[in-house]
């Protein structure tokens, strides 16, 4: 019996080692805040139980989450990284061992990061305002602007309700998916304004790649700059990011050329999606510079069209929600990505959540149900 009952003693002491040390690991205090002052559960009024016990249930294999980061009032206060499948758009890459130098597939969450080079570019002057027609930017393909197709704004590309019939409700290997059907064409520009028009622009919203592919053509024609190079050089280098990629369509025709995937093709680190959180939380500054006007951060993260009914809607190629939050209903917003890629920003609370997972093309999101059910209940 005493040999049974120190085998067992030692067991225990095992096993409290063990999960002692794990939750050590998931809670401690980043190394190398990499620009970020780090803080804590306490001092955030975040319960930290909950988050631990997730990062468990990672680690086992219960979901395929490859980061979580935890910001309160611009102090890192939780990151960790998981190993789990993973793919490179469009391909399967198998099981990955992610790490905060991991590049992670961003897919439409890109769409956030075009929505605010447009901001830049209308704060320079190179593009005039929301309401300019869409054409005064094209004029190449003047022979579109005909009835409603003609009042296309910058607006209506922003709040995808330009009018277009545009199909991306079917599954991304679907060759009915207008997004895919585009990535086809020689002349993506030509391809997205021939498409029919089923609404008046500005009225009906329909979650649409090509309304964003035109942003970033729109602001390569108007600054002389591809979408990419823009980007480089007025967001991602005041913000210090430099290690990306982003997705370059090799040319079709000799006369086309490379095109930049504007709807999904950047390629980031989840500590750099952080700071692309946290610039909108500081009204589009960062460390006393203004990179995006203040009123273009209080437009883009603003409710500005229904997407359902009315429990969800669309700011500037943004989601917004209002879940229920420390007891009461919560403004939040969400740079969103296929596969579970989340930038989730609660302005109220100046908390952002960044998740990256390997979900790709699956029905509901493993991501949103882990915010609504394990992140917000934990936000005192």
Not at 81 to 98: C, E, I, L, R
Not at 143 to 170: C, H, P, Q, V
Not at 273 to 278: N, Q
Request: hydrophobic share 35%; glycine share 8%; proline share 5%.
């Amino acid at each position: 019996m005493q040999r049974i009952r120190i085998a067992k003693s030692a067991c225990m002491i095992c096993l409290l080692f063990i999960l002692t040390n794990c939750s050590k690991n998931d809670i401690q205090t980043p190394k190398r805040p990499d620009g970020f002052e780090t803080g804590s559960f306490k001092e955030a009024g975040i319960d930290e139980a909950p988050i631990i016990k997730l990062a468990n249930e990672i680690q086992s294999g219960k979901y395929n989450i490859h980061s979580v980061l935890i910001l309160k009032d611009n102090k890192l206060i939780y990151e960790n990284y998981f190993t789990g499948d993973d793919a490179v758009f469009p391909d399967p890459v198998g099981v990955m061992n992610h790490n905060r130098d991991s590049l992670h597939d961003c897919r439409s969450l890109t769409k956030s990061l075009v929505s605010a080079c447009v901001g830049i570019a209308i704060e320079q002057g190179r593009i005039h305002g929301l309401d300019d027609k869409i054409f005064n930017y094209f004029p190449a393909y003047t022979k579109y602007a005909t009835s409603k197709r003609a009042n296309i704004t910058i607006r209506d590309l922003l709040t995808m309700s330009a009018g277009f019939k545009w199909n991306e409700n079917t599954p991304y290997t679907d060759t009915l998916n207008d997004e895919i059907n585009m990535s086809t064409k020689p002349d993506v520009v030509d391809y997205v304004l021939s498409k029919p028009m089923v609404h008046t622009p500005g009225t009906v919203w329909n979650y649409s790649g090509g309304c964003t592919q035109l942003l970033a053509e729109l602001i390569k024609n108007a600054t002389g700059l591809r979408i990419d190079s823009f980007a480089k050089t007025y967001l991602f280098k005041p913000l210090g990011i430099t290690n990306y990629n982003w997705y370059v369509r090799p040319s079709l025709t000799p006369k086309e050329g490379e095109v930049v995937w504007a709807p999904s093709g950047l390629r980031m680190r989840p500590i750099d999606l952080a700071k692309i959180g946290t610039l909108y939380l500081n009204k589009g500054s960062c460390n006393g510079n203004a990179i995006l006007s203040e009123k273009w951060v209080e437009q883009s993260l603003h409710w500005q069209i229904n997407t359902d009914g009315l429990s969800e809607g669309y700011g500037f190629q943004f989601w917004c929600t209002q879940p229920f939050i420390a007891k009461e209903y919560t403004n939040v917003t969400m740079a969103d990505g296929n596969g579970g890629q989340r930038i989730c920003m609660i302005p109220s609370k100046s908390i952002v959540i960044v998740l990256t997972a390997g979900n790709y093309d699956e029905a509901g999101s493993i991501s949103d149900d882990l915010l609504t059910n394990v992140f917000f209940p934990a936000i005192h």
